[in-house]
């Protein structure tokens, strides 16, 4: 098949592959398109950058149906909790107060605080972003006197 592009878009994504402030994403998509063009195969591009041979060719078939604007336009919104910023200082703050064993009542207090509920990986998943960590507990032998 013939991979190639236009100089116009060719120099674009060039520029854009030397944007640092440039998403993982949208770089990878940039470079499968410039080393398809400059005469790498499919196989040699999967190789790589460690995608596999349908992702090239979606990544060359959406140019192609889109143009180089469109197929670029990223549309991706991250993740970004149940919980608002306010709601999450305040967990982080009871937590800084509170002691828990387990993220069972920790689901409980957030359930009847704010009104929302998580499954127990997405609370740890909150708490590790907000900056907490758990600790296995010790026993600590005790000394008679």
Do not use: C
């Not at 140019?63 to 670029?72: A, F, N, P, R, S």
């Not at 998580?118 to 900056?131: A, K, P, Q, T």
């Amino acid at each position: 098949m013939d991979y190639q592009l236009s100089e116009q878009d060719y120099q674009k994504l060039r520029q854009l592959q030397k944007n640092t402030k440039l998403s993982r994403r949208r770089y990878r998509k940039v470079t499968v398109l410039v080393m398809l063009h400059q005469g790498f195969s499919v196989s040699m591009v999967q190789a790589a950058l460690g995608l596999d041979d349908n992702t090239v060719r979606r990544y060359w078939d959406g140019y192609q149906d889109k143009g180089i604007d469109t197929y670029l336009a990223d549309h991706y919104v991250p993740y970004t909790g149940k919980l608002i910023e306010e709601q999450e200082e305040g967990l982080a703050g009871h937590l800084d107060e509170n002691l828990y064993l387990d993220v069972k009542p920790i689901i409980a207090y957030v359930k009847e605080r704010y009104g929302v509920l998580y499954s127990e990986s997405g609370m740890r998943d909150l708490l590790h972003r907000i900056g907490f960590t758990y600790k296995q507990t010790k026993a600590v032998p005790v000394r008679f006197p």
